[in-house]
C-alpha cells in the first residue's frame, strides 16, 4: 500500500502530513490539541480504496505554529495551500470538532476546490445552547490567559464535564492531549474560537455534505441542526454510543456513513 510522510511549507510554517493508499482524495482534518493520530481507524479502514491524507494543523503535532493570532480563515488558507502544493483536486473533505469548523469555512471560501463535505461533532456558531452560554459566562475572553496559566487542571476537568458518557479510554485520551498541549497555543485558539459565527459563510456550501452528530452530545444536536438548516445539500446521521469523538467512539457506524455518503451523497455518486 502506498504510503507517504513529510513536511511541506504552507504559508509560512512546515506543515506535515501524511498520505496513506491511493484513488479518490479523502483528506481528514483533526479537532484541537490532536494531531493525525486520532484516525487511525480511518486510515485502516478508507486507505484500501482512496488516498486518505492526514496532516496535523498549524502548532499541532509535528506542524509548526507561528507568533501572532489565528483566524478561521488561516486555518482554511492553510488546508488550501497545502492541497495546492500536492496536486489534489476536488477531495472529499472530512473535519472533526475544531477540524469541521476549519472544513466549512474551506468549504464555503473554495466551492469549486473539494467534491463533497463531511463535518463531525462540530459547530457552527458559538453560544447557540445553554451550556454553551455558561462556558462562555464562566470564562470570558477577558480572563482566559489568567485562566489557563493559573487554573488549567480545574479548566480542562471543567471542558470535559461536558463530555459525560464518553468511552473512558478515549476521553482519557483526550483530556491528556489538551493537558500537555501548549498553553500559548491553546489560548491562541481558544480566541481564536471564541466568538466564531460562520452563519453568513456556510449557506455558501453548494457540495453535498454530511453532519455526523454523537448521539450522547447534548451540544452537538443543535449545532448539527442549525448546519442542516444553513447548507442545502446537507444530511445528518446520528452515531450511536457516541458523544464528542464519534470516529474513535463508535469507529464502525462513523466508517460506515462516510462510506454509505461518499458511494451516494444526496442520490449524486462522487467521483471516483
Known sequence: MKMEKNTIITNGIA????????????????????????????????????????????GH???????????L???AEDLNVLLGNLNIAEPIVCGLSMGGMIAQMFAARYPDQLNALIIADSAVVRGLTAQERLITLLFPKSIAKFTIHTF????VNLFFGLFRGMNPEIRAYFRNAVLKFKEEELL????????FDLTAEIPKISVPTLIIVGEKEKMGFPQAEKMHELIKRSTIVKI???????????????????????????????RQ
Request: charged share 20%.
Open 152 to 155: 488549567k487542571q480545574q479548566f
Open 73 to 75: 480563515e488561516m486555518l
Open 240 to 270: 450511536p454510543d457516541a458523544v464528542h469523538l464519534s470516529n474513535l467512539e463508535n469507529h464502525e457506524a462513523f466508517n460506515r456513513a462516510i462510506e454509505n455518503f461518499i458511494s451516494n451523497p444526496g442520490g449524486r455518486l462522487i
Open 188 to 195: 491562541k485558539y481558544l480566541n481564536c474560537f471564541y466568538d
Open 61 to 71: 503535532g509535528q506542524s509548526e505554529g507561528c507568533d501572532g493570532d489565528y483566524s
Open 15 to 58: 506543515t506535515y502530513y501524511e498520505i496513506h493508499g491511493s484513488g479518490q482524495p479523502l483528506i481528514l482534518i483533526h479537532g484541537i490539541s490532536l494531531d493525525h493520530n486520532m484516525w487511525q481507524p480511518q486510515i485502516s479502514y478508507f486507505s484500501n480504496k482512496y488516498a486518505v491524507i492526514t496532516y496535523d494543523i498549524r
